[in-house]
């Protein structure tokens, strides 16, 4: 039966929703948005899935709206025919939740005492999924905009990672770049821990 995706879209829209009322309303946006220093002062901990679906500006709600249509929808289908159709689901929306949190985990042990800190978008979630479908398709090819160069997943990962990690420790912009690690990382772990057999046989067969 071919899966019916419906939760990578839900994802979408939530966040297309959440972003135009953030653009509009700056109120609604520093209520929403992450900040370590309220969550821990304050005990809004809600700020760890609601700043996922906020974003700084279009290009950044672009970027990730774009990353989660071509990634989120054949991680779902694979969730939907590993798992099946309910529990694949649930599995999908539980990954989504938890790399929320996992993703913001470096910026709040960093920033829990920073009261200027502010982070938002789903970079974080977005990378973690993307990363899980390296660990399962590590030959598939991926082309940017900006690089229209089809490559192999799991040489665009391990350059995404460099960058990241670069850009991190000379940290130039207020880009979150330690959730785009930390997203990334939940990817590989919980594909690693729950569908280890299906990666060795991708990297097998790549090799």
Same mark, same amino acid.
Do not use: C
């Given at each position: 039966?071919?899966?019916?995706?419906?939760?990578?879209?839900?994802? /979408?829209?939530?966040?297309?929703?959440?972003?135009?009322?953030?653009?509009?309303?700056?109120?609604?946006?520093?209520?929403?948005?992450?900040?370590?220093?309220?969550? !821990?002062?304050?005990?809004?901990?809600?700020?760890?899935?609601?700043?996922?679906?906020?974003?700084?500006?279009?290009?950044?709600?672009?970027?990730?709206?774009?990353?989660?249509?071509?990634?989120? !929808?054949?991680?779902? !289908?694979?969730?939907?025919?590993?798992?099946?159709? /309910?529990?694949?689901?649930?599995?999908?929306?539980?990954?989504?939740?938890?790399?929320?949190?996992?993703?913001?985990?470096?910026?709040?042990?960093?920033?829990?005492?920073?009261?200027?800190?502010?982070?938002?978008?789903?970079?974080?979630?977005?990378?973690?999924?993307?990363?899980?479908?390296?660990? /399962?398709?590590?030959?598939?090819?991926?082309?940017?905009?900006?690089?229209?160069?089809?490559?192999?997943?799991?040489?665009?990962?391990? /350059?995404?990672?460099?960058?990241?990690?670069?850009?991190?420790?000379?940290? !130039?912009?207020?880009?979150?770049?330690?959730?785009?690690?930390?997203?990334?990382?939940?990817?590989?772990?919980?594909?690693? %821990?729950?569908? %280890?057999?299906?990666?060795?046989?991708?990297?097998?067969?790549?090799?």
């Amino acid at each position: 039966m071919e899966p019916q995706i419906y939760s990578t879209y839900i994802l /979408l829209g939530t966040m297309a929703i959440m972003s135009f009322t953030g653009f509009n309303n700056r109120d609604f946006m520093e209520k929403y948005l992450f900040s370590p220093y309220l969550v !821990k002062h304050e005990k809004e901990y809600y700020r760890f899935i609601t700043h996922a679906f906020l974003h700084g500006d279009f290009n950044h709600l672009l970027f990730n709206g774009i990353t989660l249509f071509f990634f989120g !929808k054949p991680f779902e !289908k694979y969730l939907f025919n590993f798992y099946g159709p /309910l529990p694949g689901e649930i599995i999908f929306w539980a990954f989504a939740l938890i790399a929320m949190f996992a993703s913001s985990s470096i910026s709040y042990f960093r920033h829990k005492d920073n009261p200027n800190y502010r982070s938002l978008g789903l970079s974080g979630v977005t990378s973690a999924i993307l990363f899980a479908m390296i660990m /399962l398709a590590p030959s598939m090819e991926i082309a940017l905009i900006l690089l229209p160069i089809p490559i192999p997943a799991w040489i665009f990962g391990l /350059l995404y990672l460099a960058f990241e990690i670069y850009s991190d420790r000379n940290k !130039k912009t207020t880009i979150a770049h330690d959730a785009h690690i930390s997203g990334a990382v939940f990817g590989i772990i919980f594909i690693l %821990i729950t569908n %280890i057999e299906q990666v060795i046989f991708a990297f097998q067969n790549l090799l």
